[in-house]
């Protein structure tokens, strides 16, 4: 724990060199007035510290400045009723903390213009709402004279009330149906006024995070509409990296690796040395680190093993992340999935499954912790039961390399350990769409049938072998998400006071010019130029 005094000083230094760096670019970037401005929004990124996602969108709206085209920011100032990081799942008529998401903004976005907007008219859409239930909700509609097209306010807002709630399967009470209410209020705000921003500014880019988050959702909707370009972006794998993506919401993140593209020596070696540590569990995520400890097989497990025919892990993920959005393709959801597996589980005694809880489902010490999780399901069903069954926790720090190294097969639903496990020369049974899943790395059926099918094949086998083009095309691919696609920001930042958090390093305003720095060459000519957001 960081002493208050000493962690006051620490972010006063880094507010110092924000400042210091806002006034440098503002005083010494020869601005090219006739280039049409590029605009920012990430209202979904933080409060009050700075987060990676928050300093990934300053930094790049940085680059465009410097690189001499103007930017303006856009940005809420009371204008959502509720948001999603302003939401508490245990009262949510609890109003947001504006104040401080306020003076956040007036501290980030020194260098560049700022437009806000507040709440508006709101009445005819409250009447339109009253009384409506979920399904009405989800479907919930409302026209935009100005654009000429029905915004679908509901299904924007869906996955952040899912992401705020800390679940899939809302529950039909007055808190939701409120909640749910405020934020489709909040997303028509957002809609209405940036419609009439993007009138105002004219822009030729549009650069917003995720894509997923209902505020940046809506945001997004409207920019297509009017045919501006779209850019969203994401936090990646290795620390103070992200994905920028153009056309595309940021989780979905089509890589397009080419069809040649082969890895040298040296790119084996790099990955081989992030392989290394990965498999020790020393990573972080987001500038969380999800494993302080990680404890190998102990010998009550394997005295259990050894008593059935293979050994079979099945790791979920968790249930309210953005990304699920696109992986429920052959089953409605994670616990679809589960619920499937149950039966198989009962018809094959000779097997021993584990289940294996996302380590980010039950996050320590936030209110990231999932309401509806696995090990909830696991109660439910009776699964401890099972004498074929062995549930792991997420605060359970079990080693999943040990397990994996163990196992006949593995199954995931969308999870990047899909991926390491097949490094690890594990055949992968996906049954949903991850990023890997379009590159011949994992079994990916087309359908439920068919994983299915596939499923009762493997567990019946003597032995499922490891296809020689998965690992090939896992580490292609694991090469180019990490090394090509994922723009380090590393130069620029360092960890904050507190986990998650960053500041900014010292660094010369020229640093941020494209000549200057790689990550700052691939910002400007994507977002300007309309080239791949990917390192040479």
């Known amino acids: 724990m960081i002493p208050p005094l000493t962690r006051r000083i620490y972010d006063l230094t880094g507010d110092y060199r924000l400042r210091k760096l806002s006034a440098d670019l503002s005083r010494h970037a020869a601005l090219r007035p006739e280039q049409p401005p590029v605009v920012f929004f990430n209202a979904s990124t933080r409060l009050g510290n ?44 609890q109003p947001p903390p504006c104040s401080l998401c306020r003076r956040g903004t007036n ?3 020194r260098n560049a213009p700022v437009v806000s907007f507040g709440e508006g008219e709101t009445s005819n859409l409250r009447a339109a709402l009253a009384g409506l239930g979920l399904p009405e909700l989800e479907a919930f ?22 992401w705020a709630l800390r679940r899939h399967h809302l529950r039909d009470d007055e808190a939701t149906r409120f909640l749910w209410r405020e934020y489709i209020v909040s997303a028509w705000a957002v809609a209405r006024a940036f419609s009439d921003f993007l009138r105002q500014v004219e822009p030729q880019a549009a650069v917003l995070f995720n894509g997923i988050a209902f505020p940046e959702a809506a945001a997004r909707w409207v920019a297509r509409q009017m045919g501006v370009r779209v850019i ?24 397009g690796i080419p069809a ?3 890895l040298s020596p040296r790119q084996n070696a790099r990955l081989d040395a992030y392989l290394s540590q990965r498999f020790k569990g020393e990573f972080t995520m987001a500038g969380i680190r ?5 404890q190998g097989l102990d010998e009550a497990f394997l005295r259990k093993a050894a008593k059935f025919r293979q050994i079979v892990p099945v790791f979920t993920n968790v249930i309210y992340d953005t990304s699920q959005v696109f992986a429920n393709t052959h089953f409605e959801h994670m616990f679809a999935w589960l619920d499937a597996l149950l039966p198989v589980m009962r018809a ?60 006949k097969f ?16 594990a055949p992968v049974l996906a049954a949903a769409a991850a990023r890997y899943t379009d590159y011949e790395v994992v079994h990916y059926p087309e359908d439920r049938d068919g994983y299915m099918r596939l499923l009762e094949r493997f567990l019946s086998a003597d032995e499922v072998s490891l296809p020689e083009e998965h690992p090939r095309n896992a580490r292609r691919f694991l090469y180019y998400q990490l090394f090509k696609a994922s723009l380090p920001f590393g130069d620029f930042l360092e960890p904050g006071s507190i986990p998650g958090a960053v500041r900014l390093k010292a660094f010369p305003w020229r640093q941020l010019r494209p000549e200057n720095h790689p990550t700052m060459r691939v910002l400007v000519d994507g977002i300007l130029r309309g080239k791949p957001f990917l390192l040479p």
């Not at 996302?358 to 320590?364: A, K, S, T, V, Y």
């Not at 593995?410 to 020369?425: D, F, Q, R, T």
């Open 141 to 162: 509609t409302y026209p935009c004279k100005s654009l000429g097209a029905a915004v679908p306010l509901g299904a924007f807002t869906l996955p952040g009330l899912r």
């Open 260 to 262: 040649d593209f082969a």
């Open 107 to 109: 501290r980030y976005l």
């Open 348 to 407: 094959h005694p000779e097997t021993l499954f584990v289940i294996r809880a996302h380590p980010d489902e039950m996050r320590p010490g936030t209110r990231k912790q999932a309401r509806e999780h696995v090990r909830g399901w696991v109660e439910r069903n009776g699964v401890a039961a099972l004498p074929n069954v062995v549930f792991v926790g997420s605060r359970e720090y079990l080693s999943s390399y040990d397990l994996i190294r163990r196992s």
């Open 50 to 93: 700075l987060s990676q996602n928050a300093a990934f969108s300053l930094l790049a709206s940085m680059a465009v400045q410097a690189s001499g085209v103007p930017v303006v920011h856009f940005a809420c100032t009371g204008g959502m009723t509720r948001c999603m990081l302003g939401t508490n799942p245990d009262d949510v008529h």
């Open 232 to 255: 969203t972006h994401e936090v990646s794998y290795l620390p103070f990296t992200a994905f920028f993506v153009a056309d595309a919401p940021a989780p979905t993140y089509p890589l």
């Open 290 to 294: 999800f494993w302080p400890e990680m």
């Open 410 to 425: 593995v199954l995931v639903y969308n999870s990047s350990i899909g991926l390491e496990a097949v490094l690890l020369g």
